[in-house]
T-cell receptor, first 117, second 112 residues
Framework: SAVISQKPSRDICQRGTSLTIQCQVD?????MFWYRQQPGQSLTLIAT?????????ESGFVIDKFPISRPNLTFSTLTVSNLSPEDSSIYLC??????????????FGAGSRLTVL | GQNIDQPTEMTATEGAIVQINCTYQ??????LFWYQQHAGEAPTFLSY????GLEEKGRFSSFLSRSKGYSYLLLKELQMKDSASYLC?????????????FGAGTQVVVTP
């Protein structure tokens, strides 16, 4: 399976500022997926980062708040803009990796824990 | 829409068996995943069920009933390291493999 490196692992930010999270995969992948895990909540897909085209955002998430870059097949960034305490979450980068069963399994990075003061 | 329900927390003793249930309501069901997530770590894949029945993988087994919208994860011979959150996740036919609908997770506490 793919190895995913994500940084920063954690950060504390002031409200109104922005944080950019980087995700590096050790293999070339067409799509990378950004998830959010709020305290005590389930994982929610923010957007799909496609190489060579605009990211695809899920309902409730917009590009102005969560701009994404995807400059090549192994790297992506997620920026969380104009931070508020409600943005305090764990942000996870992931890729779907093929298995012998035919299924593609989501593999996650270690996550970036953001606390907004 | 979709709704995925699993218990919030379960406690069991070392060496015992625990069954974590997951019920779902979704249109276009394609398959169901189970993930394990230790505190402060990323979720890791445990199992995938697409057909009805039981899939066994060592101490862990997963069951699916598509007609009932029901799955369970069975953990046998519990070890202290099994203390973690277990996430049930559904894939729909129309969604990519990267878009899963996750339940809120079941925190399993294993006691000595």
């Amino acid at each position: 399976s793919a190895v995913i490196s994500q940084k920063p692992s954690r950060d504390i930010c002031q409200r109104g500022t922005s944080l950019t999270i980087q995700c590096q995969v050790d293999s070339q992948v067409t799509m990378m997926f950004w998830y959010r895990q709020q305290p005590g909540q389930s994982l929610t897909l923010i957007a799909t980062a496609n190489q060579g085209s605009e990211a695809t955002y899920e309902s409730g998430f917009v590009i102005d708040k969560f701009p994404i870059s995807r400059p090549n097949l192994t790297f992506s960034t997620l920026t969380v803009s104009n931070l508020s305490p409600e943005d305090s979450s764990i942000y996870l980068c992931s890729v779907a990796w093929g298995q012998s069963s035919g299924a593609n399994v989501l593999t996650f990075g270690a996550g970036s824990r953001l606390t907004v003061l | 829409g979709q709704n995925i329900d699993q218990p919030t927390e379960m406690t069991a003793t070392e060496g015992a068996i625990v069954q974590i249930n997951c019920t779902y309501q979704t249109s276009g069901f394609n398959g169901l995943f189970w993930y394990q997530q230790h505190a402060g770590e990323a979720p890791t894949f445990l199992s995938y069920n697409v057909l009805d029945g039981l899939e066994e993988k060592g101490r862990f087994s997963s069951f699916l009933s598509r007609s009932k919208g029901y799955s369970y994860l069975l953990l046998k011979e519990l070890q202290m390291k099994d203390s973690a959150s277990y996430l049930c996740a559904v894939k729909r036919v129309r969604d990519s493999w990267g878009k899963l609908q996750f339940g809120a997770g079941t925190q399993v506490v294993v006691t000595p």
